[in-house]
């Protein structure tokens, strides 16, 4: 029986990443988790796939700025460049209906 698990919840110890791209330490929560498939860096939405990840801003400048000083092979220790097509499919969705949802 456990008596304190809430504290595992609590606001204090909220992990944290940093950005792949801007380099800025977020919490996690507020960062999009990547992972290498084969050459593809792909979002991984449900925190779920197995392996190395990154963290990035959902937002297309971090993208490409992670792109412009090859963070994505750092981050993920391959040699070469990466398909990061995926993810950009995914920010510009995003992106999209952001600007298309009124509230
Ligand atoms: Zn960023």
Known sequence: MRQHGKLEYGGHAAPQRTC???RVRTA???LLRLVLVEDHVVPDL????????ASLHPSLNCLELAERRRAFSRAFRV??????????AHLEEDHEMSCRTPS
């Open 46 to 53: 449900r925190g779920r796939l197995p392996g190395r990840g």
């Open 28 to 30: 996690k929560s507020e």
């Open 20 to 22: 792949v791209g801007c």
């Open 79 to 88: 040699a070469g460049s990466l398909d990061v097509s995926r993810v950009r």
